[in-house]
């Protein structure tokens, strides 16, 4: 009997376009294995054939030492006869089935391919576009899967001699590197004026550096999309571009060559290191050292700055002219999606750039960049984007059928379901515009390709005119299940945890469409994916000109000083006063409820506590008045900030009162009290207030685990000050760090909730 033995192993995962097949043909090879290895629909199958002792060390090296990309999540083995076939080699792709293997995200530039491309004696020195099996782009370039190169936009490259050279040897780093390309055969840059003019140049990049340092506006074609480019260092040019691009006061990002420079402008621990330096290269909000620069209009009344490393060989080139930091905001007007297509570009930016610097390899998927902060010791994502998606979301249990969640209206994703995975999209936005709609649109579409997913079941939000609920209930050939906004957010942490039973949600949001039809937004919920209750929830006020009072927080203010003081809140002595001239008025519309909608939300209480402190009475971005009273808070030693003394009333079912709040922090501001220590009070006598709240809910439950979700807990001191006091008391706290606390998660949520639900209509 012949001592060979065969098998077939099928291997689920992120296991192609990560160097996966090199290295199991390099692995077997070393252990004097035979068979062949291919991707397919699936994944990645496998034959081998050997000696036992052979296949046993195999084995032993596919789970030590796969690629540092690469993400195995099944493996199925199977015993075959032996066959005596020679060598190991890798076979043509089997195109057949349904595709269920996972895509890698865009991955940024290996420090191998770093070292070449700065090599005067390298091939690739100075080439924009230089990738291998370990980096470079996959998710934006894919067209259909599996990733192999005519499925990416880099069909239209045929490769060099030299690269196909590389590409078919085994031993080489860019074996079966499908983006793999040189100056010879691959992606082109090309340096225009913002009307569409060529420049001549012998070197695009060069010529870029040199305008850039004049304080000119550059457009920057890169992985996911446009980039719009300054110097971080001339306040100038920064203020040019906040002017053209209509954001007045809304933080720009910012990317630095190394870790190093970072550190000249901002606080930097372990945590936010590791951040920094991952593969996915997110912006990391890191607290900016006072007075350290870079220009002060970069992040006007703001404590934090928004840093990012290199991840494309370009980012490198242009870091590697000599600038410290560079500013890379997204190239768009505020709110629009962010641009992908030269001509697209040329009519969206070109009233914005000054130079575009173009290339002509195609961006299939939008993508912007991801954002992420450390707080308790993790990172916690604010944009989920570029670098980690598509990677999926491993549910608790498997859905039965194929799920499509349209998300929220604002910082919408949408989410796909197969089985035991959900798949979200990249951060799409506001969908207030028609661009912004045809994205969602375009990425429901291309995501459900990519993965060959057929929706079986629609799960929007509750509320009837979000757009995104008009688009999923515009779909009459399937069937769709509501789910209400704060629900989601609870099923989503409870999702994203592996948690299944019972929940205390102590969820805190802008704005969600209760099943009262009022809107809720200081909620604590309890509940699991088929059911919650609404154990207590922040006193209700109107909100005075209905989405005005958005914009304006004055109009909050003036809402909440009603609350404490009736219509004597006109004559109180403190500055937000002077903004109620049309007071009176405003108390007619609310007690007739005219556009006066009744709220819980806790976003607009932070806005309310902003305006009454006179820190900001109008926004310019989404969070503004709230990102300013945190900041005051932050500057305030935690030693000089006591609380509030509580009500004796606290802790029941029902309404959360807060009008006793108001009146204490008017009282304050009355005796001269500094806006930054009453705003620090404010913070830590709410983050008790609502503690006590969900303890009182733990007790008349038994239930022991709380959820942290709703855009409110993207104010670190707040976050930690509860997160805290909830650990303190011995409660299992859940939250955030896979997806955004924000409306981000609400499509996962919607997933969850909606299978639970869809199986009670079908008796299940």
């Known amino acids: 009997m012949s001592p060979f033995k065969r098998e077939r192993v099928r291997i689920r995962g992120i296991v192609q376009g990560v160097g996966f097949r090199p290295?199991?043909?390099?692995?077997?090879?070393?252990?004097?294995?035979?068979?062949?290895?291919?991707?397919?629909?699936?994944?990645?199958?496998?034959?081998?054939?050997?000696?036992?002792?052979?296949?046993?060390?195999?084995?032993?090296?596919?789970?030590?030492?796969?690629?540092?990309?690469?993400?195995?999540?099944?493996?199925?083995?199977?015993?075959?006869?032996?066959t005596g076939e020679p060598g190991?080699?890798?076979?043509?792709?089997?195109?057949?089935?349904?595709?269920?293997t996972l895509i890698s995200p865009d991955i940024s530039l290996c420090d191998d391919c770093r070292r070449e491309l700065l090599d005067p004696?390298?091939?690739?020195?100075?080439?924009?576009?230089?990738n291998c099996t370990n980096c470079g782009p996959r998710y934006t370039i894919v067209r259909a899967m599996p990733y192999d190169r005519p499925n990416t936009s880099m069909a239209a490259f045929p490769l060099c001699p030299d690269c196909s050279a590389e590409y078919h040897d085994p031993d080489h780093r860019r074996f079966h590197a499908q983006p793999n390309a040189c100056p010879v055969c691959g992606p082109s840059l090309a340096l225009v004026a913002a009307d569409g003019g060529g420049l001549r140049t012998d070197d695009p990049v060069a010529s870029a550096v040199e305008l850039l340092r004049e304080g000119r506006i550059m457009a920057v074609r890169g992985l996911g999309g446009f980039h719009l480019v300054v110097d971080a260092g001339n306040d100038e040019a920064v203020r040019e571009l906040r002017r053209r691009k209509g954001r007045a006061?809304?933080?720009?990002?910012?990317?630095?060559?190394?870790t190093e420079t970072v550190e000249r402008y901002c606080e930097i621990g372990p945590e936010e290191r590791h951040a920094l330096e991952q593969p996915t290269r997110p912006i990391v909000l890191l607290k900016a050292r006072a007075g350290a620069g870079p220009a002060p209009s970069i992040a006007p009344g703001n404590r934090y700055l928004g840093f990012m490393l290199p991840y494309t060989p370009l980012h490198e080139l242009l870091l590697a002219g000599g600038f410290p930091a560079l500013v890379m905001t997204s190239g768009n007007l505020s709110e629009e999606p962010i641009a992908i297509g030269n001509g697209e570009a040329l009519e969206r930016l070109g009233t914005l750039a000054d130079y575009m610097l173009l290339h002509d390899r195609e961006i299939l998927q939008r993508c912007d960049d991801s954002i992420v902060r450390v707080a308790a010791g993790k990172e916690r994502m604010i944009r989920r984007a570029r670098g980690y998606t598509p990677t999926p979301i491993f549910l608790p249990s498997p859905t039965d059928h194929n799920i499509l969640a349209t998300g929220a209206e604002l910082k919408n994703t949408i989410a796909l379901t197969r089985k035991?995975?959900?798949?979200?999209?990249?951060?799409?936005g506001d969908l207030d515009n028609p661009a912004a709609m045809a994205f969602f649109e375009h990425t429901i579409g291309h995501l459900g390709q990519i993965l060959r997913i057929e929706p079986e079941l629609i799960a929007h939000d509750l509320h009837p005119e979000y757009l995104s609920t008009k688009w999923a209930t515009s779909r009459d050939d399937l069937p769709r299940i509501a789910v209400q906004h704060h629900h989601a957010h609870l099923a989503a942490l409870m999702a994203e945890n592996g948690v299944v039973a019972p929940t205390i949600g102590l969820i805190l949001d802008g704005a969600g469409y209760g099943s009262d039809g009022t809107v809720w937004g200081g909620e604590i919920l309890v509940g699991d994916f088929g059911r919650f209750d609404r154990y207590a929830w922040l006193e209700t006020v109107p909100m005075p000109g209905g989405a005005a009072a958005i914009r304006q927080p004055w109009r909050m203010a003036l809402a909440w000083l009603r609350a404490a003081y009736g219509d004597q809140a006109l004559k109180l002595p403190i500055p937000v006063r002077d903004r109620f001239t049309d007071g009176e008025l405003l108390f007619r519309s609310m007690d007739?409820?005219?556009?006066?909608?009744l709220t819980s939300s806790c976003g607009r209480l932070f806005d309310a506590v902003a305006a009454i402190l006179n820190l900001r009475h109008e926004i310019a971005f989404e969070a503004q008045a709230a990102i300013e009273l945190e900041m005051a808070a932050t500057?305030?030693?935690?030693?000089?900030?006591?609380?509030?003394?509580?009500?004796?009333?606290?802790?029941?079912?029902?309404p959360v009162p807060l009008a006793w709040l108001i009146r204490e922090i008017a009282g304050d501001l009355k005796t001269g009290s500094p806006p930054g220590l009453i705003a620090a009070r404010f913070h830590t006598t709410l983050a008790a207030l609502l503690t006590e709240t969900v303890l009182a809910a733990a007790r008349a439950t038994g239930i022991a685990a709380v959820g942290l979700s709703g855009g409110v807990f993207q104010n670190r001191l707040f976050f930690l000050d509860v997160l805290d006091r909830?650990?303190?008391?011995?409660?299992?706290?859940?939250?955030?760090?896979?997806?955004?606390?924000?409306?981000?998660?609400?499509?996962?949520?919607?997933?969850?909730?909606?299978?639970?639900?869809?199986?009670?209509?079908k008796g299940e």
Not at 88 to 100: E, L, S
Not at 121 to 130: A, E, L
Not at 738 to 756: F, N, R, S
Request: proline letters at 8%.
């Open 23 to 82: 290295f199991v043909h390099r692995t077997a090879r070393n252990c004097g294995l035979c068979g062949f290895v291919r991707n397919d629909a699936s994944g990645v199958i496998l034959e081998i054939e050997g000696e036992p002792d052979g296949l046993q060390r195999f084995h032993g090296a596919l789970a030590r030492d796969a690629p540092p990309l690469a993400r195995i999540t099944g493996c199925e083995i199977e015993e075959l006869p032996a």
């Open 88 to 100: 190991f080699r890798i076979v043509v792709t089997d195109q057949d089935g349904t595709a269920t």
């Open 121 to 130: 004696g390298d091939r690739r020195y100075r080439y924009p576009f230089i």
């Open 249 to 258: 006061e809304k933080p720009f990002a910012v990317m630095a060559p190394n």
């Open 420 to 428: 035991d995975t959900a798949f979200l999209s990249q951060h799409i």
């Open 592 to 597: 007739r409820g005219i556009n006066s909608p």
């Open 635 to 654: 500057d305030v030693p935690r030693e000089r900030v006591q609380p509030y003394e509580l009500p004796p009333q606290r802790g029941r079912r029902g």
């Open 726 to 761: 909830l650990e303190s008391a011995g409660m299992n706290v859940l939250t955030h760090s896979l997806l955004p606390a924000g409306d981000g998660c609400i499509a996962l949520g919607q997933t969850v909730v909606a299978d639970v639900q869809w199986r009670r209509t």
